[in-house]
């Protein structure tokens, strides 16, 4: 039987529609005014009023405010990404197949002419977004990569987050961010080609472009708010599961954590933790982490781990980390998730930063049925056939019958034409 230790009394109600309605209004003039209405946008609402391409003289200036430790940090994590996703490339293979004697068919994995990678440059630099967007596109084999991050007012884009982009692969960086950084990519402005992807975290502003701008542009995902849920038994420590929670709540006020468990004492001193792991953290990350905790934390008790596996089936975390006994029967067992992290050493913060798989992940349930960024969405899978002589009277006698049944009698005529005989029959009933 579950039992809610802690229940979320969620967020005030808010409205989409002012959302929806001012990103429309956007797309519209930036689709009309192009370049001149992103550096408009740019002043506007970043205060920007530099070159919106970002030189490689001004990414080798940026790299020299870099530290040269946060560089091999940065280096490392950039390798681990990399490793990741060439690994993931290697198993998306092209094939082909005999079917029948004589039918074959394949397909191949074609990379993606161009993507727009979005990397968040407000409140947090968003260092390890480059490395997970840009790389995982270049691992896939796509051959224009155009990389965009919002400039602070008389400063430009981050100098890390430059550095991250340069080392990624980005053939090209435009320092603008926003609805108007979305739409630069996605109408190959400033010297890009059209975008034929659009990837990366961003606020509801960008997500809600990505939205209104997916169709003629694939999107990686509508992601919303990050999320995050830990399950623990009795050999999991209470401090360590406190800042794991605390941890991810520092997203933001609208960012949910979730503790299942199964042990009432362990939930008890989870809960004695977790203010004073808050009151550690530094402003502005104290408020936004009690926020989302106050708001959206929740505290689930279980009864078995089984009630326990289901419970986090059904919230179909983004992040799911485990800190249970039989790490082996949890892999197994668990199905919905973006990203699983498994034991106690395996915090979530290491995937969002620098462990390797992708970061960019589904959200608000939305692992229930798609998985995160990854080479895959950088590829088609597209498919092909081909026909010799043997095979053709089996499958033009079984497309001819089914395409009557369906009532296409043009698409029956394309395969009569190919039976033995068909040509002349098909002219005795023109002549007739």
């Known amino acids: 039987m579950v039992e809610y230790l802690k229940s979320a009394p969620g967020l005030p109600p808010q409205s989409a529609g002012d959302t929806a309605d001012t990103v429309q209004i956007m797309l519209a003039r930036l ?47 950039h390798d681990n990404i990399r490793r990741f996703a060439e690994a993931q490339r290697a198993s998306a293979m092209d094939f082909e197949t005999e079917l029948r004697p004589g039918l074959f068919a394949g397909q191949r994995q074609i990379p993606l002419n ?57 053939d090209r960086i435009l320092a603008v961010g926003g609805v108007q950084g979305v739409a630069a990519m996605a109408f190959g402005l400033f010297g890009a080609p059209e975008a ?26 509508f992601a919303g708010p990050t999320d995050s849920l830990v399950i623990a038994d009795r050999s999991a420590d209470a401090l360590t599961v406190a800042w794991d929670l605390v941890g991810q709540a520092e997203h933001g006020y609208n960012s949910p954590v979730w503790l299942v468990l199964d042990d009432a004492d362990l939930a008890e001193q989870v809960l004695i933790n977790i203010p004073g792991c808050i009151k550690e953290l530094p402003e502005p990350n104290r408020s936004s982490a009690q926020a989302a905790w106050d708001a959206l934390g929740e505290v689930i008790l279980c009864e078995n781990r089984e009630e326990m596996a289901q419970v986090a089936d059904r919230y179909a975390p983004e992040h799911l980390h485990v800190q249970a006994a039989e790490l082996d029967w949890w892999k197994g067992r668990l199905n919905a998730y973006g990203s699983l992290f498994l034991g106690a050493n395996t915090t979530v913060a290491f995937g969002d930063k620098a462990s390797g798989p992708n970061h960019v992940l589904p ?39 089914i395409s009557r049944a369906e009532g296409m009698e043009g698409h029956a005529r394309t395969a009569d034409i190919r039976l033995d005989g068909g040509q002349a029959a098909l002219r005795a009933v023109g002549n007739g």
């Open 196 to 221: 034929d992807i659009l990837v990366g975290p961003g606020n509801q502003f960008v997500a809600e472009a990505k939205r209104q701008l997916f169709g003629p542009v694939g999107i990686d995902m």
């Open 31 to 77: 689709r009309e005014g192009r370049e001149e209405a992103v550096r408009e946008y740019a002043a506007k609402l970043d205060g920007w009023e530099g070159e919106i391409v970002v030189s490689p003289e001004q990414i080798e200036q940026a790299a020299l405010h870099v530290s040269d430790p946060l560089k091999a940090e940065i280096r490392y994590a």
């Open 363 to 401: 959200t608000s349930g939305a692992a229930r049925y798609t998985g995160g960024l990854s080479v895959h969405k950088y590829l088609k899978t597209v498919t092909w056939q081909r026909v010799e002589d043997q095979a053709l009277p089996a499958l033009a006698r079984a497309t001819a019958a």
């Open 114 to 170: 161009a993507a727009g990678c979005y990397v968040p440059g407000g409140r947090y630099a968003h260092i390890a977004s480059a490395l997970m967007t840009i790389t995982t596109a270049r691992a896939a084999g796509v051959p224009n990569i155009t990389a965009c991050s919002p400039p602070r007012a008389g400063q430009g884009v981050h100098p890390a987050i430059l550095y991250a982009m340069s080392l990624a692969g980005a």
